[in-house]
């Protein structure tokens, strides 16, 4: 599954490439720009901060829901002239989901919320990553298994929407402490992994 | 096969120029020296930006030029793992493969600097009896399970069958390495290692590509195989169509053969030639002179007795039913960890049915062959190995899907 950037109401390279197979001899393998293009210009009077918008490589760390927390990771990308920002995220099995930033003193790392979102430059990109900055999903519901899906909806400064498809990969790293709300730092047992280091 | 496509770092193309320079001041002088006209200067590719393509209708791996090094690691699935669970581990070890077959980081890859350099990197799957039988038990295959019992075996089921064979190759170990590593963490919520083999051949770039392997006893060792891309490769190799779920696939039989190499060099080089039936220096036929000269094995020598012994490994291991072949694709083993010297053959052998190819020959050596005196089976696993998948697909998808 290589990289494919996502138009618009997205999916990953993860989804959009598995769809690919089953239309491989229509838009995906042969001409693309008709595929995708002409909504996109039919749109293009009002294009939204979500036109431009897709995720590159977008992936979440499996956990179960006793642990409750994890991330989601990946390249925010904004193909516009124009900045887009982030300014929230909902995922449907979370009863939060914030979008947070990391500051790592030593090798411990705290996270909390990041103020006015992330902000994705014109023609330009933005690094969702463990140790810096990422979307934090809370009190989640149901386990994240690896190699399942994941449907993430972001939400822009202007309001509109988008969605993409994260995979779900086991990962040892991303435990940061969460230093944002007090008393929620020590419920989870999800965060503890730099305690001793 | 699409082997050795060549794609240029930022690096080969800064070396590149560098041996480009020294390439053209060389042709100048040449052209003087001898009037011809100097040869166009080439930029040499370095071996860690060759590539394999991942997808495709077969795995890579198996018609791949051998890589100079290859990890077989074979796991068993978790007693939680269900069918569901199979198609999602493949999915997560498809797109790892995949990617890292270009140099390119597995998704949450933590050293993604490792994966730079592909140098040829291919994994291989393969499935065991049990995985198979755990996502539907009427598409086993009847071959895929442990060989008949040969009475020279030495059997050790640490090297036994396994739910799940993951073939990692390439022409560096630390990329071997960092593959197997990166698919292990994707595994590791649905299996446990049960073994790892690691082998491997002459060093990328030792020897002209194509030339046979000598394995650790000195011998040229795979003349006879099938050539892929011909025919009779097709014929032998890929499975035709039944089962369905593993069309153009393959079987993978991977013997562990230990070589008592202390006891061997007690033969001299005539003997040693006897006892194959071909020549220790290019290994051709002790009744021929080049490698690939056909065995005759009717000749006798000036006092009559047959040139190539009763007891000789070519004699043994030929067969004139031609179905009766495989493809060998082995890699060398040594380990000295513990002390004394564990030295071997990971002897990895790809057909189309085992039982119908691989195992009648080795009956045949079992029964008679004096090359048992100084080697022994201490592993045996078979396994099937799942045509290849499109890009966006995965391995083992007709299988998992249905």
Known sequence: MDRVRTIRTAHTAWAASLLCLGLALTACGGAPEEGTAPADQEAGAAATEADSFSVTDPWIKAVTAEEGMTGVFGELVNGSGQEITLVSASYGAAGKVELHESVTEGADSTMREKEGGFTVPPEGSHVLEPGADHIMVMDLAEDLEPGADANVTVEFSDGSTAEFTAAVKDYAGADEEYGGEGPEESQDGGHEGHEDH | MGDGEAQFSRRGLLLGGAAAGAGAAGGALAHRWTAEPAPAPRAPVLNGTLTVPFHGTRQAGVETPPQAHGTFVALDLEPGTDADGVRRLMRLLSDDAARMSQGEPALADTEPELAEVPARLTTTFGFGRGLVERVDATAVPDWLGPLPEFDHDRL?????????????????????????????????????????????????????????????????????????????????????????WLEGGTSLVLR???????????????????????????????????EHDEVDLDATDSSGLPAIPAFAHVRRARTDDPGQRIFRRGYNYDHRDSGGQDAGLLFASYQADPLRQFAPVQQRLDELDLLNQWTTAVGSAVFALPPGCEEGGYVGRPLLEG
């Open chain 2, 156 to 244: 050790d089921p640490a090297w036994g069958g396994a739910d799940l064979l993951l073939q990692v190759c390439a022409d560096d170990p630390v990329t071997v390495s960092h593959a197997v590593r990166m698919m292990l963490k994707d595994a590791r919520s649905f299996a446990r290692v049960r073994w790892t083999q690691t082998g491997f051949r002459r060093a990328h770039g030792s020897q002209p590509g194509g030339t046979t392997m000598r394995n650790l006893m000195g011998q040229v060792d795979g003349t006879v195989n099938p050539v892929p891309g011909t025919e009779e490769f097709d014929r032998l190799v890929w499975v035709g169509g039944e089962p369905e």
């Open chain 2, 256 to 290: 562990r053969i230990a070589t008592h190499l202390d006891t061997w060099d007690e033969l001299d080089r005539p003997a040693r030639e006897a006892v194959i039936g071909r020549r220790v220096d290019n290994g051709a036929p002790l009744t021929g002179t080049e």
